[in-house]
């Protein structure tokens, strides 16, 4: 069973960076569909990012992102150590939320067919 340790959250000042990590471990059935989700309170989880490896170098990646973080996050990967960052820039206070590394994303931008999450890390912007 495949298992997810997120780290990186924390209090930012609007305008300011963070970059999350996400450590997966353990059995899957695929890592080429990684996926950052966010959830704030009385919402739904939200996709953010996806990176699509092909697992023949560590460049061949396709990835996507929600509207309203395009052009401010980056989703990337470090093949070598199997780790997935959000580099998140520009932070605004309505990206506040707890952010979710998701492991084999198997419907595009959804979040109900997702094979693991992990445990989440809280990232606040404050105004």
């Known amino acids: 069973q495949v298992q997810l340790l997120e780290s990186g959250g924390g209090l930012v000042q609007a305008g300011g960076s963070l970059t999350l990590s996400c450590a997966p471990s353990g059995r899957s059935f695929s890592d080429r569909n990684m996926g950052w989700f966010r959830q704030a309170p009385g919402k739904e989880r939200e996709f953010v990012a996806m990176i699509v490896w092909s697992g023949r170098m560590t460049t061949d990646t396709l990835t996507d992102y929600a509207d309203t973080v395009k052009g401010r996050f980056t989703i990337s990967r470090d093949n070598a150590r199997n780790i997935v960052y959000l580099q998140m820039n520009s932070l605004k206070p309505e990206d506040t939320a707890i952010y979710y590394c998701?492991?084999?994303?198997?419907?595009?931008?959804?979040?109900?067919?997702?094979?693991?999450w992990g445990q989440g890390t809280q990232v606040t912007v404050s105004s």
């Open positions: 998701a492991a084999d994303v198997r419907r595009w931008r959804s979040s109900q067919e997702v094979a693991a």
